[in-house]
């Protein structure tokens, strides 16, 4: 599985894991229309940070604290950050991060209160575990495999409006995938797979 991230925090994160404090669901369900747009928002569980810094497909994770407002979504996580995700920042600092180990996966963006950006890197490299470690600590103080177990999340399922065409399409490649059956695979002269061709 790896170590997985998907963290968007507009505030300073440090300031609100140390001074604790509840979120609020409601103010947490305005900060997912807000980011979420022509979505359909439905409420889901609440969690905790540690165990959902990388939702699944389909949920947003907000908790609204006094000194930050702490979002985890794969879709919101990403550089180039969309734009208006950096709107909602107004006049807070934003950091997002995203880490998948398992590709190699690393982004990470930050801007300042003022909107100067400070730093923005993405990339696909399996030597970037150390980077990631470090840039998570200095962002937030803490790392993707480590975050605090007592920083409440509120749930919410997110449906795109085009979710029913995605779906369909995704049915139908796996159908496709399905009927082809498994593709057989040699090594060719220069050492890469090529496909074995079935005699008609």
Known sequence: ???????VAFGDVRAAVRGGGASDRSAAEAVVRALRPGCA???????????????????????????????CDQELATVPVPEHVL????????????????????????WAADGTLL????????????????????????TAESPPDDVVLHGFRVTRPDQPER????NAAVAAMVQRGPQRMTIGPDGSLVPITEPS
């Open 1 to 7: 599985m790896g170590v997985k991230a998907a963290l």
């Open 167 to 170: 779906d369909a399409a995704l």
């Open 87 to 110: 709107e909602f920042a107004g006049d807070r600092p934003l950091k997002v991060f995203a880490q998948h180990s398992g590709s190699g996966w690393l982004a990470f963006a930050e």
């Open 41 to 71: 928002i439905e409420p889901a569980g609440d969690s905790e940070l540690a165990d959902d810094i990388y939702p699944g497909d389909g949920f947003t994770y907000v908790a609204v604290l006094p000194d930050a407002t702490i979002v």
């Open 119 to 142: 730093r923005s890197h993405h990339a696909e490299s399996h030597d970037q575990y150390e980077l990631a470690g470090s840039v998570a600590v200095e962002m937030f103080g803490f």
